[in-house]
């Protein structure tokens, strides 16, 4: 079996909110609608940059190469204990994908 490199991955979203990508819901998600939303804006108040949970606002994403990656707030990943992270063939991520859009 070979695994493809090529994959597109571009989501494509309003730049005047603010986005983040959460592994508990495996949506993008509104920062306000995350569930660190409130410890966030606790850390914002008291100037504590690395006790956020992700970085603050889309545009403050990582650039890899011509793009900017999204904000991932992990913190509901770390707290599993119990996983384990696999890659999709090329024929299988697009089933995968084709069953999310399926269920919205």
Do not use: P, Q
């Not at 597109?8 to 939303?37: G, H, Q, R």
């Not at 992700?54 to 190469?65: A, D, I, Q």
């Amino acid at each position: 079996m070979f695994f493809s490199r090529k994959r597109n991955n571009t989501v494509v979203l309003d730049k005047d909110k603010d986005y983040v990508f959460c592994f508990k819901k495996k949506a993008v998600i509104l920062d306000s609608e995350c569930d660190m939303y409130e410890h966030n804006k606790n850390c914002d108040a008291n100037d504590d940059f690395w006790g956020r949970t992700h970085f603050k606002g889309s545009s403050s994403g990582v650039c890899v190469g011509k793009h900017v990656l999204l904000n991932e707030c992990k913190y509901c990943l770390r707290k599993r204990e119990n996983v384990r992270t696999f890659c999709l063939s090329e024929e299988a991520m697009k089933c995968y994908n084709s069953k999310r859009e399926n269920n919205g």
